[in-house]
């Protein structure tokens, strides 16, 4: 599987940024399919997941009301929407996916264990 991120960028504050991660194969809908970042000088910092199965969606305590997490299983894409963009939000952005098709509660995400990610997305808040 490989994950292409895209949509990253500079935004002010408030803004609003939506990233797209692309999967590649087959088998879209047996993954779990995450968001993680990472600023300078700090760990990776799981942002949100999608079990691609069902929809099912989880979300770190810094993503909650703020992004949403989506995707389009017949374009192999899931989607992080971000509004109300903060500086604190500024860092890569990286997609990562792991094998789960439908296997029940997916809560461990946020441990990162994932077998394949992407290259990352800056995001930049700043005025």
């Known amino acids: 599987v490989q994950l292409v991120e895209s949509g990253g960028g500079l935004v002010q504050p408030g803004g609003s940024l939506r990233l797209s991660c692309v999967a590649s194969g087959d088998t879209f809908d047996l993954f779990a399919i995450a968001w993680f970042r990472q600023a300078p000088g700090m760990g990776r910092e799981g942002v949100a997941c999608?079990?691609?199965?069902?929809?099912?969606?989880y979300y770190g305590d810094s993503a909650k009301g703020r992004f949403t997490i989506s995707s389009d299983n017949a374009k192999n894409t899931v989607y992080l929407q971000m509004n109300n963009l903060q500086p604190e939000d500024t860092a890569v952005y990286y997609c990562?996916?792991?094998?789960?098709?439908?296997?029940?509660?997916?809560?461990?995400?946020?441990?990162?264990?994932?077998?394949?990610w992407g290259q990352g997305s800056q995001v930049t808040v700043s005025s």
């Open positions: 990562a996916a792991e094998y789960w098709p439908g296997l029940g509660d997916f809560s461990v995400w946020r441990t990162g264990a994932f077998s394949y």
């Open positions: 999608i079990v691609t199965s069902d929809q099912t969606t």
